[in-house]
């Protein structure tokens, strides 16, 4: 299973995109409007660092489908590790297919049902992305989305691949793994407090204290 960060922040990418955890990364313009500054140069910056690594997903701003289609392009020419994100709006559809015709990776966002993460998946976009955080929100159960799409994807055999995106919490990227998400996209709050449990310091403070028992000053 690929972790992606879903973060926009320039040292925060750096700080992890060596470890070996990353596989990509997802911005979105509210990442990008709380990092200020340049958003042409920070997104070019994002994919230099993670190109090594995997894609960086970046969001359309435009809202006329002639208009998300011209800036759908101009987003792509940003690096050869760009995926374009388009919203699962019917507005978008045919733009979609052109685009996906044109050899533009889209990663179909704001996916709510297994409905459109089908129509999607016949469009042949590279990534789906089911926000199951926000169905969570209004009392749906996103971890179930999850699953269903799974099966789907893989009982008619598409391409497509399922990327969980509105991870709150660990033990949603806990149950996506269980169900067979390909990528799960991880707030860095989220990413950071999957690497800590507390028995682990405290199975290290034991172990230290009866080591210092022994009064040992080398070894081996």
Known sequence: MKLFLDTANIDLIKKWSDTGFVNGITTNPTHLSKEGGDPIKQVKEICSIIKPYGDVSIEVTEVDSKAVYKQAHEI?????????????????????????????????????????????????????????????????????????????????????????????????????????ADIATIPISVFEKMMHHPLTKKGMELFTNDWKKINNKKFP
């Open 76 to 180: 792509a020419k940003l690096d050869s590790n760009v995926v374009v994100k388009i919203p699962c709006a019917s507005d978008y559809y045919m733009t979609i297919k052109r685009l996906v015709a044109e050899g533009i990776k889209i990663n179909a966002t704001l996916v709510f049902s297994l409905e459109q993460s089908l129509m999607m998946a016949k469009l042949g976009v590279h990534y789906i992305s089911p926000f199951i955080g926000r169905l969570n929100d209004i009392g749906a159960d996103g971890q179930a989305l999850i699953e269903e799409i799974r099966t789907m994807l893989n009982l008619y055999d598409y391409e497509s691949q399922l990327l969980a995106a509105s991870i709150r919490t660990v033990r949603d990227v806990h149950d996506v793994m269980l169900s067979g």
